[in-house]
């Protein structure tokens, strides 16, 4: 195997998607060993790999850590072991504004199904280019929904409050590993917020 550059970075349940921790490279052998961790629950998120793909299997010693993390616990080492497949889903398409023109600049976001949410790495989210188009990659197979917003911070959509109003307005898809699929959308009309009274 050719020099890698993955990285993996275990990222605590309870901290949010813009935590960023210690980190460890991946060496030729394909081993990586991360230090320094304190005792808590975690996910394992992969920096590196092809756009198309995605982790497909986590094993923490011999639990499955892919849905719920890992939890370190003090003088207790284990193997971490990642299974990366090259096979994740895309989905493309193109956002139109409401009067049917093409929306560039928007965010495209594909939510995974409510029970996943805590997961981040199932997140996928592009701005769409000058024609309005976007094309997601390396996704995870799994049920999700598909937005596009006039306007959102990013990382929003990883707040349930934020999502709420607007549940019934995502696109449903259903993915398998190696789909490609097409959806276009047209972009949700956010308010603009008002000004406090004074």
């Given at each position: 195997?050719?020099?890698?550059?993955?990285t993996v970075t275990p990222r605590p349940a309870d901290l949010?998607?813009?935590?960023?921790?210690?980190?460890?490279?991946?060496?030729?052998?394909?081993?990586?060993?991360?230090?320094?961790?304190?005792?808590?629950?975690?996910?394992?998120?992969?920096?590196?790999?092809?756009?198309?793909?995605?982790?497909?299997?986590?094993?923490?010693?011999?639990?499955?850590?892919?849905?719920?993390?890992?939890?370190?616990?003090?003088?207790?080492?284990?193997?971490?072991?990642?299974?990366?497949?090259?096979?994740?889903?895309?989905?493309?398409?193109?956002?139109?504004?409401?009067?049917?023109?093409?929306?560039?600049?928007?965010?495209?976001?594909?939510?995974?199904?409510?029970?996943?949410?805590?997961?981040?790495?199932?997140?996928?989210?592009?701005?769409?280019?000058?024609?309005?188009?976007?094309?997601?990659?390396?996704?995870?197979?799994?049920?999700?929904?598909?937005?596009?917003?006039?306007?959102a911070e990013a990382g929003s959509w990883q707040d349930p409050?934020?999502?709420?109003?607007?549940?019934?307005?995502?696109?449903?898809?259903?993915?398998?590993?190696?789909?490609?699929?097409?959806?276009?959308l047209t972009s949700i009309h956010t308010k603009t917020p008002?000004?406090?009274?004074?």
């Open positions: 195997m050719e020099d890698t550059d993955f949010g998607w813009n935590f960023w921790g210690n980190s460890a490279r991946v060496d030729q052998a394909n081993a990586f060993m991360l230090k320094d961790i304190g005792e808590g629950t975690y996910f394992a998120d992969v920096n590196g790999q092809s756009k198309d793909c995605y982790i497909k299997d986590v094993q923490y010693g011999t639990s499955s850590a892919l849905d719920d993390g890992f939890t370190v616990s003090r003088g207790t080492p284990s193997n971490l072991e990642i299974t990366i497949s090259s096979r994740g889903a895309r989905e493309q398409g193109a956002v139109a504004d409401a009067d049917g023109l093409p929306a560039a600049g928007v965010w495209v976001v594909l939510v995974p199904d409510a029970s996943r949410r805590a997961q981040d790495r199932l997140f996928k989210m592009q701005t769409t280019d000058q024609y309005g188009r976007f094309d997601l990659r390396g996704i995870a197979p799994g049920d999700y929904k598909l937005f596009s917003w006039e306007r409050e934020f999502l709420k109003p607007f549940e019934d307005k995502g696109e449903k898809i259903a993915l398998q590993e190696g789909d490609q699929k097409t959806q276009n008002e000004p406090a009274n004074p």
